[in-house]
């Protein structure tokens, strides 16, 4: 957590730098320093027991899967930014949201990651992607789930979700608890 006595230098499009004067155990006083970020979302989207991936292009980057997600705008609560890019990026809405997990993504970033679970997923409109966005939806099982995190083909994924993944393709009980928490059987 960035303390209060921590000055802005520098304000980025992504991330801001903030630093501040820390007292080390001799007595001598050291500069520190610590990024901040937006917060962002993942929704791990579902609808007749299979979960929606995204297959996307971004520029300068190699196509990639990932939930569907992106960061919070100003001061904008995490569950309404997961609605809205659950919205933008898929155009699907859910009216069953539950907080999967949050995340400090990063020791030295104050970033949190927060993950939503929005079942029965319908679409309602079309997608409204930015400009650096390319989106293709595609709808996998669980365990095609698990085999792409398995085999490295998904990596854009928390990696307590990635872990609880991957024993539940090991681990029968692990597997019906992640059902449960995902899918609400």
Known sequence: MIPSNAKKVFTGVIFDVYQWPQEMFDGSIETFEML????????IATQNGK?????QEQPAKPIFLSFPGGQAEDAEDSLVGAKRELLEE?????NDW?????????????????TYIARDCTI????????GERITIRWVTLDELIDLVDQQKFTQIEPSFRMDLVRAKYHPPARQE???????L
């Open 36 to 43: 901040k970020r937006r917060t962002s979302t993942d929704v």
């Open 51 to 55: 979960i929606l991936l995204q297959v």
């Open 90 to 94: 898929t155009g699907c809405t859910s």
């Open 98 to 114: 539950h907080l999967f997990s949050e995340v400090n993504a990063i020791s030295k970033i104050d970033w949190f990651v927060y």
């Open 124 to 131: 309602v409109q079309d997608q409204q992607l930015d400009a």
């Open 178 to 184: 992640l059902e449960k928490k995902i899918f609400g």
